[in-house]
Nanobody, 117 residues
Framework: QVQFVESGGGLAQPGGSLRLSCTAS????????RGWYRRLTGHYRELVAH???????YYAESVKGRFTLSTDGAKNTMYLQMNNLKPEDTNVYYC???????????WGQGTQVTVSS
């Protein structure tokens, strides 16, 4: 049973920074990528950033140049450094494992990011 725990969210001012962390428990194949997501409408989630098994990192256009995804050596913990935050970044952020087009496990609770002055 794979479970994800996200943390590090909070309140930030526009232009501020936050660093999110994602810890995974259970066994995840090292052939799976890892990604950060945030809510869209309904039950849909938007892929914000993704790291492939070969280390290739993808960023959504809306966060490119502002967010940075990193992992520890074993990918047990994944981070999302969020700089130059904008009010439109306000959302609940989740992590999961999978490809850029599919996630493979149940969602955790997520961590709330609120950007407001």
């Amino acid at each position: 049973q794979v479970q994800f725990v996200e943390s590090g969210g909070g309140l930030a001012q526009p232009g501020g920074s936050l660093r999110l962390s994602c810890t995974a428990s259970g066994e995840i194949s090292n052939t799976y990528g890892r990604g950060w997501y945030r809510r869209l409408t309904g039950h849909y989630r938007e892929l914000v950033a993704h790291i492939a098994p070969d280390g290739t990192i993808y960023y959504a256009e809306s966060v490119k140049g502002r967010f940075t995804l990193s992992t520890d050596g074993a990918k047990n913990t994944m981070y999302l450094q969020m700089n130059n935050l904008k009010p439109e970044d306000t959302n609940v952020y989740y992590c999961n494992a999978g490809s850029r087009t599919a996630y493979y496990f149940s969602w955790g609770q997520g961590t709330q990011v609120t950007v407001s002055s």
